[in-house]
Structures are given as structure tokens and as C-alpha cells.
């Protein structure tokens, strides 16, 4: 995803899943070695979250060490509870005791996804999923359907996870990396009903993901698959640089990145939706003196270009998510329906 950062997922998967029964879904953790500077923008009408009201620049605590995506509804916020124990047993988190170097206390926001009705109701991750996701993350990880995305739908078709960075060229951030890890679980559209292309390849073209107009018939086979079911969705997921930001600048970034959802779902934010996006700066990269009037922030331009620069990301990610992921529970993947 970014130097300075390891993704882990851990799920289940029954071969027979299905709708109401079999075991279908999992969570996805970003570990943050030593701690990253943070904030969130929670946009959805629904949203399902823990310890995003100490993601507010205004409040004391500056970083986090872990941030967890996941599926089950509320009662997947039980997995931050593994994370935290995996990252105690590692030393990772808030040091309270200049004399117990143990004696820690990791932060660990998260977010939810409803994947409730895909598998058995009852079939939800638990604290050993958050460890062993911790346990797992590494600088290589899988996309599509693993970790939260498992039991993803993004729309009338199979939901995944998804990921997308670029390193700024020039400017004044020229150097700096930007990615998105991006769970899309939407109940808005994640194609053009016209074209049969995602919505998500307005900024880059088709060609750009390797993407070709679809024949009549198969247009019409998309078109005709009953809408989403649901009252509760939600698209969520962690936007990342390795420049220098303070929480204000890493709030901004968040709310910049969701403008990529809005371009790759149709609707994004709506009331069933619990859509959030965390924002991560490890600071490995301090930006550059660029001259900017007094009254502005020294980093203004590094920060518009990292935020212009995370909504193309996010785009990007949501639209690897479904290029990725594969049919579960027999809900179709968008290259069953449209063959790449």
C-alpha cells in the first residue's frame, strides 16, 4: 500500500455460502509501525465506527497504530479488540509507564461494513480475527474477495476490496506517494447502466485498466440483476501518505478522498450508507519549504496536491475492488458478467 505501512486480512469462506447460510466474511487490518499521524471523515447516513471521535484534530491523541476495516455489521467492531491484543503482546501503542515499557495502550480506530446477509447471520468477525489479520500484515497482500471484502456487494454485483497509489511527479510534492485501501460494499451502482463500464474510469479512461464497451447481451444480462436488498451498506477504507501532515492536514485529505467515491458510486453517502474514510501521514517524507503567503499554512500546496492526488486513489481502488473480486454466495463478479 505505502512504505511504512503492512495490510493483513483474515476471513472465512464456505465453498456452498449463500445468502443466510455458510460462513462468508472477514476484516482487513493497516498496521502502522511505530504509529501514524491520523484523522477520519465519516460522510454516510449509517455509519458503524469506533474511536473515530479521538480522530478529531482537536483532541490530544495524535496517532494511531492500527486501523481496522470490517465486515459484521456492529458486531464486527469486536475484532479491534485482537487488534489491540496482538499489538500489546508487540509493544505497539501509547507508552504509559516510563519504567513498564509493556504497559501500552494501541489505538485503534475501525470502521464497518453491513455483510450481515451474505453467509449466516450469525457468522461475524470476532477478537481472533483482528489478531490473526494483525498477525498477517505484510508489505504484499491480496485484493478482491478476502479480508472485509468478502462478504462485500457493491450494488447489484459482488463488492471486494480494492487498492490504488501513485507518486506525484512534480509540483511542490513531487516525490510524495498517496494510496487508498477501499472496501466497496455500496448499495449505489458501480457501473454505467449505458456502457457497462465502472463509473470509476471517468478520471483515467478505460483503456487505463484494460477495459472495453461490453456487447448488447451482456449489457442486458447486468442490467437485469435485481438491485441490492438491503437497507444497510457502506463503502470504507484508509487513504495514506508518506509526506509529513498534522491531523488537520490529514482531515482535509480524508475529506478530499471521499470526492473519489462519488465518482466510482452512484449514489455515494446516501442514508443507507455508513460510508468512512481514515487518513494516514507516516512522515517518512518532510515536505519542502515552498513560499506561501503568512496567513496559510507552510504546507498548503504539498497538501492540495496529496488531496487531489487521493481522490484519483480512491477512484482507482474502488474500481479494483470489483475488477478483483470473484462470485461469493452466488452473487456475480463484474468480470462474470463483462469478461476482461
Known sequence: MLTGLLVGHHHVIDADAALGSGAATGCTVVRAPGGATAAVDVRGGGPGTRETDL????????QVHSILLTGGSAYGLAAADGVMRWLEEHGEGIPMDPSDASRVVPIVPGAVIFDLPVGAWDVRPTAD????????????????????????RAGSIKGGIGSASLVLEDGPAAGVTVAALIVANPVGSVFDPRT????????????????????????????????????????????????????????????????????????AHSPLDGDTLFALSTGAVVPPSVPVPSAFPADLLILDAVCTAAAVCVERAVVDAILRAVSVADIPAYTDLFPR
Open 196 to 267: 457497462g463500464l465502472p463509473w470509476g474510469v471517468g478520471t483515467d479512461g478505460p483503456e487505463f485498466f484494460g477495459l472495453r464497451p461490453p456487447t448488447k447481451r451482456q449489457l442486458a444480462k447486468a442490467n437485469a440483476l435485481p438491485v441490492k436488498g438491503t437497507v444497510l451498506n457502506t463503502t470504507i477504507g484508509v487513504v495514506a501518505t508518506d509526506v509529513a501532515l498534522d491531523p488537520s492536514g490529514c482531515r482535509r485529505m480524508a475529506m478530499t478522498a471521499h470526492d473519489g467515491l462519488a465518482r466510482a458510486i452512484r449514489p
Open 55 to 62: 480522530l478529531d484534530p482537536s483532541n490530544t491523541v495524535r
Open 129 to 152: 480475527f483482528g489478531y490473526r489479520a494483525a498477525a498477517s500484515a505484510s508489505t504484499d497482500f491480496a485484493r478482491g474477495s478476502v479480508g472485509a471484502g468478502v462478504g462485500a
